[in-house]
């Protein structure tokens, strides 16, 4: 693994390194890189279309995915960071379990993803880059069904699936997100966020024939960052979302599915001063589903999201992932 933080050559000899001075400074930035950037591609705008797809009780999903995010990081002027980007690889690798709880379909996933990024700009007008290699932070996610998919196996569940042309499902989960990522408190931008954070999740879906459309909202609440940058506290605001998704089942594997939705709230607060950097993020998404064998499927994967504040991050993310069931 690697950690750099580094000026391009010659920065230092001409005076522009990073001064003691400009330590607040670099702190208010850092808080802001961190708090938008460590979500990508994981968590960020949590468009995910199917999440309460209806499973055969006692399946294992197995999958890996390829991840490549770029954007622009919009900061406050007053910060003299200009030019901002950032290019993010994640390798993700994802297991999921489904089985019956109080007569209940339900399923358990467990997400861990290896990254690679780069964040570049102008600090003060000269070229500063950091790098950063390593683990992010691993998530957990347990759901139920509380009405429709009901739980099913084998040729009962081929059976049900088979005669069912309209159904309605109602989801509830919780995704639990570790401070397991790579984190250093002395380091203005990390992978890891060294916080718990908690996600509930409420969904419905309607199936009319070959057509399903989901709608799900959540909110993510955060706990405090103790070792936040320079030995400060970081506690965040809860931050809400909600998406929609329509989705059309050409045959059983093959789907292809557009997404639209929307966050808002996750207010920072540094040692008990607000950082005015409310969070308001439109989203949108494109998602393929391609079966490959019986139990070896493909999705091709996109998602956008724009800020609608003066700070914030643009970003453009697109997957590739193989799931196998057995």
């Given amino acids: 693994m690697r950690s750099t933080l580094r000026n391009t050559p010659g920065q230092k000899k001409a005076g522009l390194a990073p001064k003691r001075a400009d330590r607040p400074l670099l702190a208010s930035a850092g808080l802001a890189l961190m708090v938008l950037l460590p979500a990508l591609p994981c968590h960020g705008q949590d468009i995910e279309p199917r999440r ?20 622009d990081i919009l900061l406050d002027p007053a ?24 007569g209940k379909s339900a399923r358990f ?11 570049s700009g102008l600090l003060n007008g000269a070229p500063a880059k950091a790098e950063r290699e390593g683990w992010a932070d691993t998530s957990l996610r347990f759901a139920v069904n509380l009405y429709g998919a009901p739980p099913l196996a084998g040729k009962e569940f081929a059976d049900y ?42 969904g419905v879906v309607h199936n009319v024939g070959k057509w399903s459309g989901e709608l799900n909202t959540s909110a993510s609440f955060f706990t405090a960052n103790d070792g936040f940058f320079n030995g400060k506290r970081l506690v965040q605001d809860p931050l809400c979302s909600i998406d929609a998704n329509l989705i059309y089942t050409f045959c059983p594997g093959l789907w ?33 589903g391609i079966p490959l064998s019986h139990s070896l499927g493909m999705k091709l994967g996109y998602v956008g999201t724009r800020t609608q504040v003066a700070t914030g991050l643009d970003a453009d993310t697109f997957t590739c992932a193989l799931s196998l069931m057995w």
Wanted: with cysteine; glycine share 14%.
């Fill in 52 to 71: 309460w797809s209806h499973m055969p009780i006692g399946a294992n999903f197995v999958g890996g995915a390829y991840a490549y995010s770029t954007g």
């Fill in 79 to 102: 910060l003299r960071i200009e030019d901002a980007r950032f290019d993010l690889q994640t390798l993700g690798l994802k297991y999921i379990r489904s089985f019956e709880l109080f």
């Fill in 109 to 119: 996933d467990l997400l861990e993803a290896y990254q690679i990024g780069t964040w």
């Fill in 161 to 202: 699936r088979a005669k069912t042309d309209c159904e309605t499902i109602v989801g509830m989960g919780l995704v639990v997100q570790l401070p397991t990522g790579q984190y250093y408190a002395d380091k203005l931008i990390n992978l890891g966020t060294n916080r718990f954070s908690f996600r509930p999740q409420l």
């Fill in 256 to 288: 292809l599915a557009g997404s639209l939705g929307y966050g808002d709230g996750g207010l920072n607060r540094v040692s008990g001063v607000s950082s005015n950097d409310r969070q308001s993020n439109l989203g949108w998404g494109l998602g393929l």
